[in-house]
């Protein structure tokens, strides 16, 4: 069964950085693409960053580029996302999805997605 | 980057009943590998999105048949057959044929 976990989100002041972590398990991690979702309180589901299986893609919503970055450890079937000069907008409930395929171009669906973990900016 | 609209935004239906969720891309999803690159998700409350439907018409593991998607380029519609209780949440039409990947804003359906 599909597991993936994500945790390291909590409460963090405007330009303060924080690192989301997402653990696998129960599917070859290096075989497939993942993904980073958010959703903000009472709004709808907004691509983040994804990863292909070797980390030779990677992608990133404008909102986000140049201040997230995105990763994985294979080794540790682990996902990652730091996330730097995190802005108000920012906060909101993360989700960590598996994709179909190996890679982020024509990537095909997010099969499995996480519990989510919320990332709370505030002063 | 590509747009997805869905319409309408809330449905509200009787069990037993049909429903149908309309979603419209702003490019064609049709790429030169044959493949349609469109997607459905549902959102039961307080939970996770789950995949209903992958590459317009496919249904997911599990994902029981009265769920059907059809469609192509850029016009496509979910339909439920015969909804039922289970069936409450918010429906997302996801595109990820170029990045950055899209979903449509969503639509809430609930139960009379």
């Known amino acids: 069964e599909v597991q993936l976990v994500e945790s390291g989100g909590g409460l963090v002041q405007p330009g303060r950085s924080l690192r989301l972590s997402c653990a696998a398990s129960?599917?070859?991690?290096?075989?497939?693409?993942m993904h980073w979702v958010r959703q903000a309180p009472g709004k709808g589901l907004e691509w983040v960053s994804g990863?292909?299986?070797?980390?030779?893609?990677?992608g990133y919503a404008d909102s986000v580029k140049g201040r997230f970055t995105i990763s994985r450890d294979n080794a540790k079937n682990s996902l990652y996302l730091q996330m730097n000069s995190l802005r108000a907008e920012d906060m909101a409930l993360y989700y960590c999805?598996?994709?179909?395929?190996?890679?982020?171009?024509?990537?095909?669906?997010?099969?499995?997605w996480g519990q989510g973990t919320l990332v709370t900016v505030s002063s | 980057d590509i747009v997805m609209t869905q319409t309408p935004l809330s449905l509200s239906v009787t069990p037993g009943q049909p429903a149908s969720i309309s979603c419209k891309s702003s490019?064609?999803?049709?790429?030169?590998?044959?493949?349609?690159?469109l997607y459905w998700y549902l959102q039961k409350p307080g939970q996770s999105p789950q995949l209903l439907i992958y590459?317009?018409?496919n249904r997911f593991s599990g994902v029981p048949d009265r769920f059907s998607g059809s469609g192509s380029g850029t016009d496509f519609t979910l339909k439920i057959s015969r909804v039922e209780a289970e069936d409450v949440g918010v429906y997302y039409c996801?595109?990820?044929?170029?990045?950055?990947?899209?979903f449509g804003q969503g639509t809430k359906l609930e139960i009379k």
């Open positions: 999805a598996k994709a179909e395929g190996y890679d982020i171009l024509t990537g095909g669906a997010l099969q499995h």
């Open positions: 129960g599917f070859t991690f290096d075989d497939y693409a």
């Open positions: 990863i292909s299986w070797n980390s030779g893609s990677i």
């Open positions: 490019q064609s999803l049709l790429h030169s590998d044959g493949k349609t690159y």
């Open positions: 590459e317009v018409s």
């Open positions: 996801m595109q990820s044929i170029q990045l950055p990947y899209s």
